[in-house]
């Protein structure tokens, strides 16, 4: 019996090589964005809205090696989620219950420097 793992693609890419990819621009562009929270919806909507994020999105999709529902899936509940966990300027706020997303369980997440300024 082969035991697939499940963090490895078929390519051999890993889920932390994905997340260490696109991390530098998730990090960037959470010091930009305003407002208070947002849900890995909005975040992969807004990182896909610009060109160089679109870029990101669409070669974690290729390097990961599946059917695109698939490699979806792994990059919406898997490395972008695992990106801004890695960030120092957000922190996870809960489950964004209500919220659709075919290809993952989004999340609510807080930024941090806004926290800093009601305080």
Same mark, same amino acid.
Do not use: C, K
């Given at each position: 019996m +082969? #035991? &697939?793992?499940?963090d490895t *693609? !078929? &390519? *051999? +890419?890993t889920v932390d090589?994905?997340? /260490? *990819? =696109?991390?530098?621009? +998730?990090?960037?562009?959470l010091q930009r964005i305003d407002?208070? %929270?947002?849900?890995? &919806?909005?975040? =992969?909507e807004l990182l896909r809205s610009l !060109? %160089?994020?679109e870029v990101a999105y669409e070669q974690a999709l290729t390097r990961?090696? %599946?059917s695109p529902h698939h490699a #979806?899936? +792994?990059?919406?509940?898997?490395? =972008?989620?695992g990106a801004l966990r890695q960030s120092t300027h957000v922190e996870w706020? *809960?489950? /964004?219950?209500?919220e659709d997303d075919a290809f993952g369980v989004p999340a609510w997440w807080r930024l941090k420097h806004a926290e800093a300024t009601t305080e």
């Open positions: +082969v #035991r &697939n793992d499940h *693609g !078929p &390519n *051999g +890419v090589d994905l997340i /260490a *990819g =696109i991390f530098p621009l +998730v990090d960037d562009l407002g208070d %929270e947002f849900t890995t &919806n909005d975040f =992969i !060109p %160089e994020g990961w090696g %599946e #979806r899936m +792994v990059v919406h509940g898997q490395v =972008i989620p706020s *809960g489950f /964004a219950y209500g």
